[in-house]
């Protein structure tokens, strides 16, 4: 097995996983509440990911990471470094790829909480961010694991978007999908079949967690 | 203090809020059908919901004016609410419910406070349970103590206590106004139930449409209800059109012919000239029922009939009665026993001319 590809998968994934976290709690809140007319904008933005193909979403990332496009310069004065083919820019193009993955349950079960309980802690006076975090996050707790567990799975899984953009670095871009493919590409038929089933084995584990959690039929939550 | 209000906000295409009212510390039913505009009412004092104009002050604050712009967010206007849900907290216990509001005070005078409140409403045993786990009775009790605790400037309660029977609900009413004799602040209580409205009220407001039709006392208002769909929910189970044939001044009484019918009642002297279409309302409770043709009697009105149905609805026997036009009558279990009432043979009606009241005709919409 592909050790050094495993640890690799495992802290983007988790680095992805987190920084998701941060991010679709307040866009999953604003999705959910705003009354603004173009939510669903960003809605069908955000679900972007889910549709296109990842070789589509690849080949736009890598020429926004390149030294031509304003985001490629501004990494490169900030950092010194080019954000194609490293480890941080895996890490962008993961973070926009599973974006959807984290933000549907979020939004899902924030939607489910009941409008009334958000008012009945206003009229008892309090803020929307003390209602947001005593009233919708605790009553939201599984659909924000879901959350976290998807896009984590997600990423661990994902190919193309990490070929276009990351390559086949040994211990800077090498996922073990990648390692697979590399193992296949050279004949290593019987490392391909452990990474794979370790894969798999990791796979089932997660969905069982994540049904075990929501103990309900297939809501809208997309699965990965 | 006094809560006043004027509100205009239009709802859906064809219904339109508009009222203006005043309510004094005690309470002010806000009585009326579904749909007439009484919870957008307690909305809008809340702030849950803006209107489209008007003010909402209580005393001297100014909760809302369209004029000023003025609009006090929801979480800072001091006001309890009591939603018909309830809306407990799922994921708090019963104490966490009452103490959410009071999150500005130290541990232990929040403390010291939930207690209090949970001893005046009956729930002390209860403080450690989720409000899943707690009757429907005590969780209306949770809802009125966690709104009550924070000490707010005005109630607002939105048929807090229409899912209860009728015991629970006394008991609980009881607990409410001992709690608001020292306070004195005004309690708006939304209710449809007329027997809630005579119970607890110290006013009443009635609603149609999202109009007043009638204020007073809930026995002013409901006695004597103006309009028809006002004594349909007041409790006069009969309505009758009806056309003025004769006026006995002497008597203090009229002759009236009810629609499609050759049944003629003696009501009330009122108004409305011979010719003159009316409204008359009986309460179903206000009818005798005799198994022979009574004589010697003060009551006008005695009316044969035969009895269509008879039904058990709690412990009220309700009978349908043919007597030219169709009457609902409520009899005790034991009077519809005495008499063995049943489908069938001929029964009379009695009914006192001051038991029928003259209300407006029908689609007459002002008093």
């Not at chain 1, 809140?29 to 960003?42: A, D, E, G, H, N």
């Not at chain 1, 310069?73 to 080019?82: C, E, K, L, V, Y």
């Not at chain 2, 004016?65 to 003025?70: E, F, G, I, L």
């Not at chain 2, 349909?232 to 009806?242: I, V």
């Amino acid at each position: 097995m592909d050790w050094e590809a495993l640890w690799l998968t495992a802290r983007l994934a988790g680095l992805v996983a987190a920084i998701l976290l941060l991010v679709s709690l307040p866009l999953a809140y604003w999705i959910t509440f705003s009354r603004r007319r173009w939510t669903f904008l960003v809605e069908s933005v955000v679900s972007l990911p889910l549709v296109l193909p990842p070789t589509v979403l690849g080949f736009y990332l890598l020429v926004s990471f390149g030294a031509r496009s304003p985001l490629g310069q501004f990494w490169m004065a900030w950092t010194g470094r080019s954000l194609a083919f490293t480890f941080e820019g895996l890490v962008v193009a993961s973070l926009i790829y599973s974006l959807p993955f984290a933000v549907q349950p979020v939004a899902a079960a924030f939607s489910q909480v009941d409008p009334t309980l958000r008012e009945a802690s206003a009229t008892l006076g309090a803020s929307p961010l003390r209602t947001f975090m005593r009233i919708v996050l605790p009553l939201s707790k599984q659909g924000v694991l879901t959350g976290v567990i998807l896009s984590f799975a997600h990423t661990v899984g994902e190919f193309g978007v990490v070929l276009m953009v990351g390559g086949n670095l040994p211990g800077v871009t090498r996922t073990v999908s990648i390692s697979i493919y590399d193992q296949v590409q050279t004949l290593q038929y019987a490392e391909a079949n452990r990474t794979a089933l370790f894969l798999l084995a990791f796979s089932f584990t997660v969905l069982l967690v994540v049904h075990g959690l929501r103990r309900r039929p297939l809501a809208a939550a997309p699965m990965a | 203090m006094t809560l006043t209000a004027r509100l205009l906000t239009r709802l859906s295409p064809g219904f339109t809020l508009d009222v203006t009212f005043q309510a004094e510390p005690g309470v002010t039913v806000l009585f009326g059908a579904s749909g007439s505009g009484k919870t957008t009412i307690l909305r809008c004092v809340a702030g849950l919901t803006r209107p489209h104009t008007g003010r909402i002050a209580i005393g001297e604050r100014v909760l809302y004016d369209s004029q000023t712009q003025a609009d006090v967010a929801v979480q800072e206007r001091r006001l309890g609410y009591v939603f018909q849900q309830l809306a407990l907290f799922p994921h708090m216990s019963v104490a966490e419910n009452i103490g959410y509001g009071l999150a500005a005070l130290p541990r232990d005078e929040r403390r010291a406070r939930v207690t209090a409140a949970a001893e005046s409403f009956h729930i002390s045993a209860l403080l450690d349970r989720r409000p899943d786990r707690v009757s429907g009775g005590e969780r209306q009790r949770t809802a009125l103590a966690r709104a009550l605790v924070t000490d707010p400037d005005a109630l607002l309660l939105d048929e807090p206590l229409s899912a209860l029977d009728y015991a629970i609900q006394r008991h609980i009413m009881d607990d409410l106004r001992r709690w608001n004799e020292a306070r004195r602040i005004p309690v708006l209580y939304v209710t449809h139930s007329h027997r809630e409205a005579f119970a607890l009220g110290d006013r009443l407001i009635a609603l149609e449409h999202g109009r007043i039709v009638a204020s007073g006392s809930p026995h002013e208002v409901l006695d004597h209800p103006a309009q028809a769909p006002l004594a349909a929910l007041a409790g006069f189970e009969n309505l009758f059109d009806a056309t003025v044939m004769a006026r006995h001044e002497q008597a203090g009484t009229m002759t009236c012919l009810l629609a499609g019918t050759s049944t003629e009642l003696e009501v009330p002297l009122g108004v409305a000239a011979p010719g003159a279409p009316i409204r008359v309302a009986i309460r179903a409770g206000d009818i005798l029922v005799s198994d022979r043709e009574p004589a010697g009697l003060s009551a006008r009105n005695v009316l044969p009939g035969t009895v269509e149905r008879c039904i058990m609805q709690g412990a009220t026997v309700v009978a349908t009665i043919d007597a030219g036009a169709r009457f609902t009558v409520h009899l005790t279990p034991g009077g519809a026993e005495t008499l063995a009432l049943r489908p069938g043979p001929t029964v009379w009606l009695v009914i006192k001319t001051y038991s029928c009241r003259v209300t407006g005709p029908r689609n007459s919409a002002e008093p």
